[in-house]
């Protein structure tokens, strides 16, 4: 029965998955329907109360309104840049390190998005790079792809290491099993869990450092005038280099600090390193890449966020013109800082509600605390640093809030269905919740083998959940216990698990809908799933291969 019951779980996944990859609607179309079934199946085959489901659907709201808000502080600020004339300096000084569209992803995505990841996580990256990549000539699709495929090395560090320090942490923590293999290994539980975070960073290292170059084979290929992966591959000096500038100190930092700073170290000391190479012309190829004119452009690459930009003001230097985006990576990192009073002094201001309509389902905002917060508040400080002028900023906010409408719809459907599938351990029937039961399917199904599935295992935890951490917080144990009954290394396979939890980012339905929000690319959901799964694919197989290696 439990592979039935397995099958009957994924149900929701390929209804996804076929709605939005295969026939190709629209999000907001898919999504509601999907939602429908995964209601369905939870009432007629789990048979979860209503109030449970109910509450699940709020609580899902909740968290969709808060990706929104990031998204919209995301597009708000851009927006101020360029009406102060702050993105037409960026963009010249972008082209003064390289006109090679390869290269500005790369800096832009790869090691600026990876800092901000390890500052912030929630989809900031993709919320930040996506936008400044359209302003800097961008194709809106192209920009919104390049910013989803690195949603993955960086991700497990995200938010100085909470998918680490609370996912991973929260999901083993108190399990008698764990607690007895950390008393036969002779270590404390925070040296265990470092060595979890060593693990992954190592992972990521290997698997990661190739991202770059996919990156750009993906964007030569789909968005390449002659649409060839070779345009991409071309690069791959450059490429693995940039990959490696940013994996070898991410490595190193986890090793020796802990999983607080790796993504914020990789991506700064990347920086340092691979602007000034790029530059110089270090490691590329005598011929550039660039992006047919805008106006052949099919319709379907644009979205509502245009590409123009002001003209360049009198005295906006790069230093100035870059100065708040500095801000953002300055005040996510104080704002998230244990040792600093800022956190406690944000995360106070909580809206909560527990047991909502006498379930064990709560819903708990911190709107401060949100990145959103950061991005608004430097938004408004961009106004009086670059002395824009009234009309000029409201012009901003409102085009903000315009762009946001078309994905609302689409994230307040998907949401509330990765919290129905998650909550649904409260039933009637005596099943475990839907993802741990797919999961147990899964690995009666592999046996010793299973190492080789456990990184997409975390995939698909954080395809339905939208988050690295709680994929982390739902198969952390579940990963643990497989282990041990294949009598394999527990750390090993814990640490596949958040690996594939970040690969899975790519793909998180959430994630496409809001990343494809801050640009105002509609209906093209499936199309950016479709193009980001192949690397998808390959992290977690790839991370696979390696842990079946590692537990021999």
């Given amino acids: 029965m439990i592979f039935l019951y397995s099958l009957l779980a994924l149900a929701p996944i390929l209804v996804v998955f076929g709605l939005l990859v295969v026939m190709r609607y629209p999000a907001k179309r898919a999504m509601p329907l999907a939602y429908g079934v995964t209601v369905a199946i939870a009432l007629l085959v789990w048979r979860v109360p209503v109030p449970q489901i109910l509450a699940s659907t709020l609580q899902g709201a909740v968290i969709a309104l808060e990706i929104l808000y990031i998204v919209f502080g995301a597009i708000l600020l851009l927006n101020t840049l360029r009406a102060s004339g702050a993105v037409s300096t960026i963009r010249r000084g972008l082209l003064g390190i390289s006109h090679d569209r390869r290269v500005q992803a790369i800096l832009i995505a790869w090691l600026f998005g990876g800092f901000i990841e390890g500052a912030s996580g929630f989809g900031t990256t993709a919320a930040v790079c996506g936008p400044l990549l359209v302003a800097i000539g961008f194709p809106a699709m192209a920009a919104t792809m390049v910013a989803l495929i690195v949603q993955s090395t960086s991700v497990s560090f995200g938010a100085v290491g909470t998918p680490i320090l609370l996912g991973v942490n929260t999901g083993l923590t108190g399990a008698a ?56 591959f071309a690069l791959w000096r450059f490429s693995l280099f940039a990959g490696l500038a940013f994996t070898l100190p991410s490595m190193a930092t986890a090793a020796l600090l802990g999983p607080e700073f790796p993504s914020l170290v990789g991506g700064l000391v990347g920086l340092a390193i691979v602007v000034p190479a790029a530059r110089r012309g270090f490691l590329l190829p005598r011929d550039g890449w ?9 319709d379907h690459w644009m979205g509502r966020l245009k590409g123009t930009v002001e003209p360049e003001r009198r005295g906006m230097t790069l230093v100035k013109a870059w100065f708040p985006y500095l801000l953002v990576g300055i005040f996510l990192v104080l704002t998230r800082l244990e040792v600093l009073p800022v956190r406690g002094w944000l995360q106070a201001a909580e809206f909560s509600a527990a047991n909502l309509l006498n379930t064990d389902v709560s819903i708990s905002s911190r709107p401060l605390y949100l990145p959103g917060t950061v991005l608004i ?5 961009t106004y009086f640093l670059h002395r824009m002028k009234a009309a000029a900023f409201a012009g901003a906010a409102t085009e903000a809030g315009r762009t946001l409408l078309g994905s609302s719809i689409a994230l307040l459907s998907a949401v509330p269905m990765a919290r129905v599938f998650i909550n649904s351990d409260v039933n009637a029937a005596g099943l475990d919740s839907m993802p741990l039961t797919l999961a147990t399917g899964v690995a009666l199904l592999a046996g010793q083998s299973w190492p080789l599935f456990a990184p997409t295992i975390g995939a698909l935890g ?23 009954q294949i009598g394999v290394s527990g750390a090993i396979v814990v640490a596949l698990q958040a690996v594939g939890g970040a690969a899975g980012n790519m793909i998180c339905v959430h994630n496409v809908v809001a990343a494809s929000a801050t640009v105002g690319l509609d209906a093209q959901e499936g199309n950016l799933i479709q193009k980001v799964l192949p690397p998808m694919i390959y992290y977690v197989t790839l991370a696979g291969i390696l842990g079946l290696v590692a537990v021999r």
């Fill in 290 to 298: 660039d992006f047919a004119p805008a106006a052949d452009w099919p």
């Fill in 377 to 381: 508040v430097v938004a408004l400080l």
């Fill in 177 to 232: 099993a764990v607690e007895a293999q950390v008393a036969d290994l002779g270590i404390s539980y925070e040296s265990y869990l470092m060595g979890i975070g060593t693990r992954v960073a190592l992972f990521h290292g290997i698997v990661g450092s190739l991202i770059p170059l996919l990156m750009v084979a993906c964007l030569t290929r789909h968005f390449g005038r002659r649409q060839r992966w070779r345009e991409g």
């Fill in 462 to 484: 954080a395809f339905v959940a939208g988050s690295n951490t709680i994929s982390n917080m739902m198969f952390s144990l579940f990963q643990f216990g497989v282990a041990q």
